[in-house]
C-alpha cells in the first residue's frame, strides 16, 4: 500500500516536496521561474565587453516613473543586437510592462522623470537589476513566471541554477 501511494507522489511532482532543492529541477521538464529572477541571472550571466553609450534613468524607484524607465531600458537594450540574451530580458520587459500595473502609463508628468545620464553597459545593466529588484518587490509582478523550457536559443545563454539564484543562495 506504501509503495502505490510513494509512486503516485512521485509520479505527480508532488515528491519534489521530498527530496533536496538542487535535484527538484531535473525532475521536471516544466519548472516554472519568476520572469523577473531570470532576466536578473541573465544580466549577471552577460559579461561580453560592450563599448556602446547607454543611458539610463536617474530615478528607478520612483512609482511614477516606472513606465517611463521601463520605456527606456527596453529602447536601450535594443542597441545591443549582438547578445541573444538582452534580447531576452527585453522581450521579458515587455511581457512585465503589459502584466505589471506599477509599469502602466500613468497620467504623471512628471520632469525628473526624463533625466537620464549616459554610461558604460555596466552601470547600464546595475540600474537595470536595481530597477528589477524593485519592481519584484510588487506583489503583481513577481508571480509572472516563465516554463524553463525554450528560454534560451541555441543554448547561447548560460545562467546558473535560478533555484539558488531565486532563494537567494548564490
Not at 561580453?48 to 534613468?57: H, L, V, Y
Amino acid at each position: 500500500m506504501y509503495l502505490h501511494l510513494f509512486l503516485l507522489l512521485f509520479s505527480s511532482g508532488a515528491s519534489s516536496y521530498f527530496l533536496p532543492p538542487k535535484e527538484t529541477p531535473h525532475l521536471q521538464n516544466k519548472t516554472k521561474y519568476t520572469i523577473i529572477d531570470e532576466m536578473l541571472c541573465l544580466l549577471e550571466a552577460e559579461n561580453d565587453p560592450i563599448k556602446e553609450q547607454f543611458s539610463k534613468p536617474l530615478h528607478v524607484k520612483s512609482q511614477g516613473c516606472a513606465h517611463y524607465n521601463t520605456e527606456k531600458f527596453i529602447h536601450e537594450l535594443k542597441k545591443i543586437p549582438t547578445c541573444k540574451c538582452m534580447k531576452i530580458v527585453e522581450k521579458d520587459m515587455k511581457k512585465l510592462e503589459q502584466n505589471c500595473s506599477i509599469l502602466k502609463k500613468s497620467s504623471s508628468n512628471d520632469r525628473s522623470c526624463l533625466v537620464t545620464a549616459k554610461t558604460n553597459f555596466s552601470r547600464f545593466k546595475e540600474s537595470l537589476e536595481e530597477f528589477l529588484k524593485w519592481v519584484n518587490q510588487k506583489q503583481e509582478c513577481n508571480i509572472i513566471m516563465r516554463s524553463e523550457s525554450g528560454s534560451y536559443p541555441d543554448n547561447e545563454c548560460t545562467c546558473p541554477d535560478l533555484w539558488k539564484y531565486s532563494k537567494g543562495l548564490l
